[in-house]
């Protein structure tokens, strides 16, 4: 009696597992150099990695820390499209000016105190035209203070596994304990580029602030590469005395997309002239090779005391990851559940854990694994017949 007790409180109180330790896609820093790179830039400190799997294709002291300039300003943008994609601001809200925001000096468009502009036009006005006063502004905005920020950069550096980094300000002008290095900048772009807008935001090309006004502002982009290399779509410049000229680059390819970080430059020409080297490199060696698209079912979850007793785990974007042109193109697959029971209600798009692609049984890449539709709680009339039909099969398999 006591053993059949013990079957029916564990149907109705079932835990839901522990989670897999397993580490979110886009975390921490990209994997080992495989083979030998033969491109040589004239950067102190670079890399080139595949965007989907962090995997490094090219590097040159990439560990180095130093001042990255307006680079900063990509964990800048990430923090408010963050905002944005989490329903915290919207695009029409107004941001305003402060003195602070007004004495900033370098690019900017003359931010007025307080002067006000959508959250929109600030946000071309830092991608498109790097201006350090709507930086400040939209910091002061989405932190509450300029101080409240720069700590929230610093926590997503952290999350990110960005452990040779720290942020002192969101311009990215000359400060000592503002740094960063090529690797952990092509985390952040790895990061970055998923987040929706960014690139709509990196790939812009002009943008008018104040338009028909005496006080407009024609906003053109520094990032020249955007005009002449196929499949370029961003990601930012940056320049001070202290950082030289650097760069973070993204271009796609038939569904391989490459990301390129060069930092201390001495002209804007060689900054652009390396970018361009390591994307050659890269698309010249390596091909996209499609895992699963966007909506693929991969598993199945069960769901405890939900209307329905299982949902489908789908792949929650297109997923493809960079192989050698030559050599070995086979990719398998292993799908990592965080758990392998949920209880209801499973909201449609809820994370339930990772389809891993491997090659030799080495990781290549991996994304995200979701629910692929609600599962509302359970009526009791529905739980019950559950509760039954699992106290039945527990029992008859006891025997």
């Known amino acids: ?89 919207k695009l029409t809200d107004l941001v305003t000016g402060s003195a602070l925001a007004k004495s900033m000096g370098g690019t900017q468009i003359w931010l007025e105190e307080g002067e006000q502009f959508s959250l929109k036009d600030m946000l071309y006005a830092i991608g498109v035209g790097s201006a350090n006063d709507c930086a400040v502004a939209v910091a002061e905005y989405l932190g509450g203070s300029f101080e409240g920020f720069v700590a929230a950069m610093n926590r997503k550096a952290k999350e990110l596994g960005m452990n040779n980094t720290h942020f002192s300000n969101p311009t990215g002008l000359d400060d000592a304990d503002n740094y960063s290095t090529a690797a952990d900048l092509a985390t952040l772009c790895r990061y970055a580029v998923t987040l929706p ?61 490459l990301i390129a970080v060069v930092l201390g430059e001495p002209t804007p020409q ?73 209880n209801a209600p499973v909201r449609k798009g809820q994370a339930l854990g990772v389809l891993v692609a491997l090659q030799k049984g080495r990781e290549v890449g991996r994304v995200g694994v979701v629910a692929a539709r609600d599962v509302p709680a359970g009526s009791w009339y529905r739980l019950f017949g559950q509760m039954t039909r699992a106290i039945l099969r527990a029992f008859l398999g006891a025997r």
């Not at 886009?26 to 830039?41: E, F, I, L, N, R």
């Not at 820390?65 to 994609?85: D, F």
């Open 270 to 342: 060689s900054r652009s002239a390396d970018v361009v080297k390591l994307l050659d490199y890269g698309f010249r060696l390596y091909e996209a090779v499609e895992v699963a698209k966007a909506g693929t079912v991969v598993g199945q979850v069960e769901v405890l005391r939900g209307h329905e007793p299982q949902v489908e785990a789908v792949v929650s974007e297109d997923f493809h990851v960079a192989v050698p042109r030559v050599g070995e193109k086979k990719v398998a697959t292993e799908l990592r559940l965080d758990r392998h029971r949920v």
């Open 197 to 257: 807008m960014f690139l709509e935001l990196s790939s812009a090309w002009e943008y008018w602030v104040r338009k028909g006004t005496p006080k407009e502002v024609w906003l053109t982009t520094f990032n020249k590469l955007l005009k002449f290399y196929p499949g370029y779509d961003g990601i930012k410049t940056g320049f001070t005395d202290q950082a030289g000229y650097c760069l973070a680059s993204t271009a796609k390819r038939g569904g391989l997309r």
């Open 1 to 89: 009696m006591q053993r059949f007790v013990a079957l029916i409180l564990a149907v109705i109180l079932g835990s839901v597992g522990t989670a897999a330790s397993a580490a979110p896609a886009g975390a921490g820093h990209p994997s080992p150099v495989d083979q030998t790179a033969t491109v040589k830039v004239e950067a102190p400190s670079a890399i080139l990695v595949e965007a989907g799997s962090g995997k490094v294709l090219f590097a040159k002291s990439a560990d180095r820390k130093q001042p990255i300039a307006s680079l900063t300003k990509i964990m800048t943008m990430v923090l408010a499209l963050e905002a944005l994609r989490d329903g915290k601001v």
